[in-house]
């Protein structure tokens, strides 16, 4: 290529601005780098913008210095827009504040927001901000010069209509298909144009070699040459038309998929989650990358958890709550506007009167009939839901104040209600919490001597008080206003705190970066939690098993009581303000400094109703019943040490029982495993000496004579789909087949039983065996961290899949044997590629405890069993996951009006959207 960049950079500004600019241009000069500036580089006389449009296209990064002229400027606007056309690497840094000047719908403002900024301002320290702007222009320097001088190349092409004779070709060309192939993941990313440009490249050099064979051909007799050559060619280029756009659209789908993965690490987790739908329904006619797609759709919604986002005035984004049905949003924002909207329709649902003043808190009322709104200068008012009218006169929490600084002190930032809606909890910037009663009479204060208070709730029985203070304590209050109980142990000023749904418990977070669970009666601390970030407000679940935190990074985070992180909720920009759990449990929402309410998806697995108070399923233990799940997961099978079988449905309902002389034919030997074939009459045991006995459930007997099967317990054992067939897995570290016919007609155990010769090749003891639907292969689970696979001749094939030791106690394979499934010991669900040996992606299943059992049941779905009773099943058909992300995007505005939302985004993205909500449309309506 011989074009090269002109300049490093290219600074938009507002003239407003000339004296920084003109210090930074000194300082870039200063370092070596060359900066297109109007005030030097447009010649008098010359056409002005397409100097402009020329100094961004040869520029390598385009530097936008922000302030309130900068983005009130058409031109900036217009600099920005050519910028983003071409996929310019955009470095805003900031020159004077302009918060208030930022305009939500305005979709340069919207892409500004989306990347990191460096700040400039008169307050901030120029000598120290100039190295981290060197640094960030000169990060990957060498990728972004040769986007610059390929979108010079490629611009140069189109403005000359496309003239061959400016394509790349030979040397060049490769070197550039390999930039752009290296490049997928890199900003910037290559333009459609560029795109255009290297594929028209690749066409003419594929042409003139074509062109050069024909050439060659005339040499035979040129007519019967013509026609021969006539028809291959039309043939030919048939074929290759439909090869090359058979490749074209894999290679996209590749390139889409890859695209979803890069943005599940960025705030953009529902784009992702778009994208992965679209490119799901696209790859049905292209098996090859079914696996690579269907994996980024699994992560998608592993991550995107978003339902819907709500626009909110930034200064009171903490007015926020769900309805106790989880139906209805309350919005209050700085301009006195109380919203009540519809969380599925995104529908506002009555006009409610508004303040005069800013709104600082508003919430429910605990049977969900009443609001309650509040205002930073006192003024309450209380709604009915149903019909949106006020129910009582204005109230006014505390005196009116007229004096600026008094009102700034004494402002109301949270207030709620008591659970029977008779008393208001106030909170103030003054650190005071007071008590009303519905009247707006006050009943008592509550006066902390040694530092303010910053945040309260009531008791689910609304007879306490616990408040969050200043002096790192949390203290629990009656409602006289006198003290009762002081929690102490944060190191920093408390921020929020929350009560269990059954009052037992209490959960804080404070400035030192902890979240910290409670119990009321002792005031012991159960468990503390480190954040990276300080948390800024706290929930529980109404079951009392979650925790959730935001924090000032942004981040929102699910916990188990004990500590362990559940899930990571992305998508704010700014610092979490508050955060709440919807009454069911399955949603929560939250606001943020970025000006958004945003609700998430958290619910649970489906859990399936097995029998209650099953015993633990987990083998191997002494004194314990073994369970197991059939081939298809369609029975639950229970095997007690006294030899009683019991067998359900997933449903619950019993269906079998049976007693069986174990004694007789493993004498006091323990039983250490069992399986339970596809029609549930049949099962087989194994026992600590390494001996095996078939057993007919209706017959309540054995078949046939015990077989010596290993040297070592039995851990292992499963059915063929066909019943013929069972494999065996021990600690001595073999998998051996059996014939389970010869074995059930009496023929004599031995070499004829025994199907193939051991299979040896894991390192560790045999924790799991299973079945391809047609029998004739085989996947191992060893404690050695591997899976192996094998024919039905004991042949080892495949690839061996290398985990970590806990990864895999259980395993299945899928009906057509294309991928295998793996339950853990941390209670994580794995697909894996049986074909590659690939991880795919980690279900959405996760159990509290180890899962010994796993299988894929007839409509594809994954069937769990968890070794503390609990049993899950979960979507893993293309369609089921499809249907599973329709339903949480269905009432999202970036899949029902994507521009409004996002509106940099480029034409592919909005083309995927249109098509996911067709999709999606079809598939919710039956």
């Not at 174990?662 to 099962?683: E, P, V, Y």
Request: glycine residues 6%; aromatic residues 8%; contains cysteine.
């Amino acid at each position: 290529m011989e074009a090269t960049s002109q300049y490093d950079i290219f600074i938009s500004y507002s003239r407003r601005d000339k004296a920084f600019v003109q210090r930074l241009h000194d300082a870039l000069k200063h370092s070596g780098q060359i900066a297109w500036i109007d005030w030097f580089d447009i010649p008098a006389g010359s056409e002005w913008w397409d100097e402009i449009t020329e100094g961004i296209e040869g520029a390598n990064v385009f530097l936008f210095v922000i302030s309130p002229d900068s983005l009130a400027s058409k031109y900036c606007a217009d600099e920005i827009m050519h910028a983003r056309k071409y996929n310019k690497r955009l470095l805003p840094i900031v020159y004077r504040d302009c918060d208030e000047d930022f305009d939500e719908n305005h979709w340069a403002h919207q892409l500004l927001r989306s990347h990191h900024w460096l700040y400039f301002r008169e307050s901030d320290d120029f000598e120290q901000a100039f190295p981290k702007l060197l640094k960030s222009i000169k990060t990957d320097l060498e990728h972004t010069k040769t986007h610059t001088r390929l979108l010079r190349l490629a611009i140069e092409w189109e403005r000359r209509d496309r003239d061959e004779s400016l394509l790349l070709w030979g040397k060049n060309l490769e070197e550039i298909e390999q930039w752009l192939q290296a490049g997928i993941r890199k900003e910037p990313r290559a333009s459609e144009l560029q795109w255009e440009y290297v594929g028209a490249s690749r066409k003419s050099e594929i042409d003139e070699q074509q062109a050069e064979q024909h050439r060659q051909q005339k040499v035979i007799v040129w007519l019967l040459a013509l026609m021969v050559v006539a028809v291959v060619a039309a043939i030919f280029a048939w074929h290759q038309r439909g090869t090359a756009n058979k490749q074209r659209e894999i290679a996209e789908l590749r390139e889409q998929a890859a695209n979803v993965l890069n943005l599940l690490s960025t705030p953009d987790t529902t784009k992702a989650l778009i994208l992965a739908i679209d490119a799901t329904k696209r790859s049905e006619q292209h098996k090859e990358v079914t696996s690579t797609v269907e994996s980024s759709l699994l992560r998608a919604l592993q991550q995107a958890k978003e339902i819907t986002i709500f626009a909110n005035s930034e200064d009171t984004s903490s007015a926020i709550a769900f309805s106790p049905d989880g139906k209805l949003v309350l919005l209050g924002d700085e301009d006195g506007k109380v919203k009540l909207q519809d969380l599925q329709s995104g529908q506002h649902k009555h006009p409610l009167e508004a303040f005069q003043d800013a709104v600082s808190s508003v919430t429910f009322s605990d049977d969900g009939k009443s609001i309650l709104a509040v205002t930073q200068n006192g003024t309450a008012k209380v709604w009915n839901v149903k019909s949106g009218k006020q129910k009582r006169p204005q109230l006014q929490l505390g005196p009116v104040q007229k004096d600026i600084t008094q009102v700034s002190q004494d402002k109301i930032d949270r207030a709620i209600f008591s659970p029977d809606a008779q008393k208001i909890l106030t909170v103030s910037a003054n650190g005071q919490a007071k008590l009303w009663n519905s009247s707006g009479r006050s009943l008592a204060n509550l006066e902390n001597q040694n530092g303010a208070i910053r945040h309260a709730a009531f008791s689910p029985d609304g007879k306490f008080v616990l408040t969050a203070c200043s002096d790192n304590t949390v203290k629990l209050w009656d409602l006289t206003g006198e003290r009762l109980k002081q929690f102490d142990g944060h190191t920093g000023e408390v921020r929020s705190v929350a009560f269990s749904r059954d009052g037992k418990s209490v959960i804080t977070a404070a400035s030192d970066n902890t979240v910290r669970i409670w119990e009321v009666d002792s005031t012991n601390l159960r468990s503390t939690i480190q954040l990276k970030a300080e948390p800024l407000s706290v929930a529980f679940s109404p079951d009392g098993k979650r925790i959730l935190a935001g924090a000032a990074d942004g981040k929102i985070q699910l916990w188990t009581l004990q500590g362990e992180p559940i899930e990571l909720l992305k998508g704010h920009l700014g610092a979490i303000q508050s955060v709440a759990f919807s009454r069911d449990g399955q949603q929560v929402i939250s606001s943020s400094d970025d000006g958004t309410v945003r609700v998430w998806d958290v619910q649970g697995q489906d859990q399936l109703k097995i029998p209650p108070a099953l015993p633990n399923p987990d083998s191997g233990v002494a004194g314990v019943s073994l369970m197991a799940l059939s081939c298809q997961g369609k029975w639950i099978a229970r095997l007690s040490e006294t030899g009683e079988v019991q067998l359900w449905d997933r449903q619950g309902k019993p269906l079998k029982r049976a007693n069986l002389d174990l004694r007789s034919k493993h004498a006091d030997r323990q039983i250490t495993n069992f399986a339970i074939n596809c029609n549930g009459k049949r099962i087989v045991t194994g026992d600590e000496k390494g001996n095996l006995q078939l057993w007919n459930l209706s017959k309540q007997k054995s078949v046939g004579i015990p077989l010596a099967a290993h040297a070592l317990p039995v851990t292992a054992l499963a059915f063929s789909r066909d019943g013929k067939q069972v494999a065996s897995g021990s600690r001595d570290h073999t998998i051996r087949l059996w014939n389970a016919w010869s074995w059930e007609s009496g023929e004599p155990i031995g070499q004829v039983s025994r199907i193939a010769a051991p299979m040896q090749g894991h390192k560790g003891e045999i924790l799991s065996v299973g079945f391809s639907a047609n029998g004739t292969q085989i996947v191992s689970a060893a404690s050695d961290g591997t899976l192996r696979f094998w024919n039905n001749q004991g042949q080892r094939q495949g690839k061996l899949i290398k985990g970590y030791v806990n990864w895999f106690r259980s395993v299945a394979f899928k009906p057509d044997a294309s991928r295998v499934i793996t339950g853990g010991n941390n209670g994580l669900i794995r697909l894996w590629s049986s074909k590659t040996g690939e991880f795919m992606a980690t279900a959405l299943t996760r159990h509290a405890a180890k899962v010994p059992a796993v299988a894929f049941d007839q409509d594809q779905q994954i069937v769990s069993l968890g070794s503390d009773g609990s049993m899950f099943q979960d979507q893993a058909s293309p369609d089921d996951l499809v249907r599973k992300g329709c339903y949480r995007l269905r009432a999202h505005p970036l899949l029902l009006a994507p521009r409004s939302i996002s509106p940099e985004s480029d034409d592919a993205f909005m083309a995927a959207a249109g098509r996911v909500k067709d999709t999606c449309d079809r598939l919710l309506r039956k």
